[in-house]
């Protein structure tokens, strides 16, 4: 929207996890949902390298490629499959609490 910002919520469900299942829905003539297929229903996609590094570089200008994949690319995709992985816990234990 012009804020320089990069929007991380699922192009195929818009970030609510569940998309229309179109051809059960056809069957049985009442909408059925199903888990979506673009994020398996995190609701987000994930956000690329690529983005990382942009920002990596502006702190450290003069970082190769060979540094980049070498060095930094795993650190930041692990960081970022932890988050998710800890984000999808807090999301079950405040469903176990708010039920």
Known sequence: HGKGEVS???RGCKGKGIV???KRTRLHGVPVYK???RCNGNRFSRLPTTLARHHVQK???DLTDYQWYKGYA????KLVTKCWQEEAYAETQLR???R
Do not use: H
């Open 8 to 10: 991380t919520a699922c």
């Open 20 to 22: 229309l299942d179109e």
């Open 35 to 37: 888990i979506c297929g």
């Open 59 to 61: 702190l450290v200008p």
């Open 74 to 77: 795993d650190v930041i995709d």
């Open 96 to 98: 176990k609490v708010t």
